[in-house]
């Protein structure tokens, strides 16, 4: 199915940013990508080319065109994260997704300190996930725009750990803003919709 990213973001940014954004430091906004580079060069992939976003993420990384697929996978990834946060977010999971932690991990709690570890541990820029393989969940990092879009996982949500998305308000600290995001913002639910 065609769902044009650009119109996705167009969607959630207004309700994400201002609520979820502000949730964490009152008077300041936490995600601040929109503006990123990455963002402008969606629309002219649709443009260009009748295809899902997915699907050029999927094709220029198979084709190792890496101009294309670090845009267009920035943008999906974002779309994706945005996606995977809520106002008044984290809290409990849904019992499903629960469970799938406890077999995984052994408990909610250590389902998220391996996000947290794999999303502090990222050296550099990059993105923490958690996704499902073999309806079994498990937490990875990728570095700078790479996705499980391109691989077997099935990505659940993520956590962005580019420096620009927690500077302004957390500087250096991205353990505190990890911990901020899974305590405060994370979508179970998001989650557990991808799971399917
Ligand atoms: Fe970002």
């Known amino acids: 199915m065609h769902r044009p990213c650009s119109a996705t973001l167009l969607t959630i940014l207004p309700f994400v940013l201002p609520a979820a954004g502000c949730f964490l430091v009152p008077g300041r906004c936490l995600p601040r990508t929109a503006g990123s580079p990455s ?12 295809l899902p976003l ?27 994260y945005w996606q995977s946060l809520k106002p008044n977010g984290g809290g409990e999971p849904p019992a ?5 932690m406890i077999d995984a ?12 570890e794999a999303a502090v541990g ?4 990059g993105w923490a996930w958690l996704v499902a393989e ?10 700078n725009a790479e996705t499980p879009l391109t691989g077997p996982a ?15 308000d957390y500087q250096n600290r991205r353990a505190d803003y990890v911990q901020a995001v899974l305590d405060k913002l994370i979508n179970w639910e998001f989650a557990l919709q991808n799971l399917g």
Request: glycine share 4%; proline share 5%; net charge positive.
């Open 154 to 168: 099935k990505p659940l949500l993520t956590i962005d750990v580019w420096e620009h998305a927690y500077y302004l």
């Open 39 to 50: 963002f402008p060069v969606v629309p002219q992939l649709h443009r260009s080319r009748d």
């Open 54 to 80: 997915e699907a050029i993420v999927k094709e220029s990384f198979a084709q190792s065109k890496m101009a294309i697929f670090n845009n267009a996978a920035q943008a999906w990834n974002h779309s994706f």
């Open 134 to 143: 073999g309806g079994r969940l498990k937490v990875i990092r990728t570095p």
């Open 96 to 100: 499903t997704l629960r469970d799938k």
């Open 105 to 116: 991990f052994g408990s909610v709690a250590e389902c998220k300190k391996a996000l947290a």
């Open 122 to 125: 990222q050296f550099g820029s």
